[in-house]
């Protein structure tokens, strides 16, 4: 597998993301089944592992930190705090709270679950817009300090509120949604890392299953599937998007590739600082977006690909009103 790099670490150029073990897209598979795709990873060479402290509410630090503690001199733990299971009468709630001394106690549940002494790459997961960015900046370069995590980065930031984190300590890497149907970053936050030397991470990078070999059947979503919440995912978008598919599926076959492998491989083209980090809980597929770090596109396919999928010939916005709120003014 190719190599890249995140400030310090030397990481595989496809990371894993291990957000889908237990949460988000259905029911959680089993703590077998997770143990199984997490050692598949690393056996196929992946170093660079994602998990945060909001995934299934801890459950997903758990099971990586035990799969991966005999293993942990290997790779690169990328963990987030800043948003976080929070106990009411009703049950857990996500909250976010990048206030310095939630950050604090994140950090410390993270560090107990991932069983290390130390987190790689410590992300914000969201800007608490209530929280001046320089005040939960400076909780994360205390915990730097501290010896408890050895870089930080910040996640679905603006070019502006990056350029303000990293003025109080240097921002190791961005992470954010970033496909050929999601193009944001390239207002800005692209740029602005290059500029900083902070590494792209790009999230949700097979357009949440949708660029992969079959359509997803909306009616046998899990009732709990985030999707159903995502404009893109409504019937009628996903209709229409769907039209999409018939040329992307063509180009794969021209490239020589899968689907999934296309998506990926667009983004490795896209820059040499950029890791993509797919999510799955199957083995097969873990394989074959793998795969996409040999796959090599020509420039007149990528022309076509990108005029093929891009903000404007997609059908409905990312995210719904409440995610929307949460991120950074869709990235100025
Ligand atoms: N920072 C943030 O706010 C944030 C937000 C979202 C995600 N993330 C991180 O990014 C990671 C990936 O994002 P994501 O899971 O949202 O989106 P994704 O990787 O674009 O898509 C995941 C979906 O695609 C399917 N899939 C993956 N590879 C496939 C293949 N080769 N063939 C067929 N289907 C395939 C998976 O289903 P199967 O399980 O059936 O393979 C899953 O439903 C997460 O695990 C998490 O670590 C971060």
């Avoid at 660079?48 to 630090?61: H, K, R, S, V």
């Avoid at 992969?212 to 209709?239: T, V, W």
């Avoid at 076959?253 to 983004?267: D, F, I, N, R, Y």
């Avoid at 995610?323 to 003014?329: I, L």
């Amino acid at each position: 597998m190719q190599q890249r790099q995140i400030g310090p670490f030397n990481v595989s150029a496809i990371g894993l993301g291990c957000m889908n073990l237990s949460h988000a897209y259905g029911q959680p598979i089993s703590a077998e089944q997770g143990e199984r795709l997490l050692l598949a990873a690393l056996d196929a060479g992946v170093t660079l592992f994602d998990t945060a402290a909001l995934y299934g509410f801890g459950t997903n630090e758990t099971l990586v930190g035990r799969v991966l503690k005999p293993h942990r001199q290997k790779i690169t733990l990328a963990s987030k705090g800043g948003v976080a299971g929070v106990p009411f009468a009703d049950g857990i709630k996500r909250v976010i709270d990048g206030r310095p001394e939630a950050l604090q106690r994140n950090c410390e549940d993270s560090l107990r679950r991932l069983q290390t002494e130390v987190i790689d790459l410590y992300y914000l997961h969201r800007w608490d817009k209530t929280v001046p960015i320089e005040d939960s900046m400076g909780a994360l370069a205390d915990l730097v300090k501290a010896g408890k995590v050895r870089a930080i980065g910040l996640s679905e930031v603006s070019a502006v509120t990056l350029r303000r984190a990293h003025a109080v300590h240097p921002i190791a890497a961005v992470q954010t949604e970033y496909s050929l149907w999601t193009r944001n970053p390239e207002i800005a936050v692209l740029n602005a890392c290059r500029e900083l030397g902070a590494a792209f991470v790009a999230f949700s990078p097979v357009a949440r299953g949708f660029l992969c070999d079959s359509p997803l059947d909306l009616a046998a979503l899990d009732a709990k599937d985030i999707r159903r919440s995502m404009p893109r995912f409504e019937p009628a978008n996903y209709a229409a998007n769907l039209g999409l598919m018939p040329a992307y599926l063509a180009l794969a076959h021209e490239a020589g590739c899968s689907p999934a492998q296309l998506a990926l491989a667009w983004l490795l083209h896209k820059s040499s600082s950029i890791v993509p980090i797919p999510g799955t809980t199957n083995v097969d597929h873990l394989a074959d977006d793998l795969g996409a770090s040999d796959v090599t596109l020509a420039p007149d396919l990528l022309a076509r690909l990108e005029g093929l999928i891009n903000q404007q010939t997609v059908h409905g916005a990312r995210y719904g009103a409440q995610s929307a709120g949460e991120v950074d003014t869709e990235f100025f």
